[in-house]
Nanobody
Framework: QVQLVESGGGLVQAGGSLRLSCVASGFTLDPFAIGWFRQSRGTGREGVSCISNSNGTTWYPDSVKGRFTISRVNAKNTVYLQMDSLKPEDTAVYYC??????????????WGQGTQVTVSS
């Protein structure tokens, strides 16, 4: 079964950190660019980070730049999202996905089921 499985979400106080993991099963991540997205209640899904499959080029929106770091370990078939200096407005369900890289953004193609991140003030 081909799937992406996110983990590492939870409840954290403002200013704290979490590291999310996205593990692929049933396929290898090597050929794919991967992205992290989030969706909070009443809003659309927004991209928070993407990483290319080749040279590790990364992309972040201004809202998380300098606080979030995406990385990948192909040998572990895993992509990580390190989130530091978390704010209450980062509260959302976080999804990983294989993506198509666009001009200054990335578009999700195949999605995981999501992991909840809640940041308390």
């Amino acid at each position: 079964q081909v799937q992406l499985v996110e983990s590492g979400g939870g409840l954290v106080q403002a200013g704290g950190s979490l590291r999310l993991s996205c593990v692929a099963s049933g396929f290898t991540l090597d050929p794919f660019a991967i992205g992290w997205f989030r969706q909070s209640r009443g809003t659309g899904r927004e991209g928070v980070s993407c990483i290319s499959n080749s040279n590790g080029t990364t992309w972040y929106p201004d809202s998380v730049k300098g606080r979030f770091t995406i990385s990948r370990v192909n040998a572990k078939n895993t992509v990580y999202l390190q989130m530091d200096s978390l704010k209450p407005e980062d509260t959302a369900v976080y999804y990983c996905a294989t993506v198509l890289l666009g001009e200054g953004n990335c578009i999700g193609v195949h999605w995981g089921q999501g992991t909840q991140v809640t940041v308390s003030s």
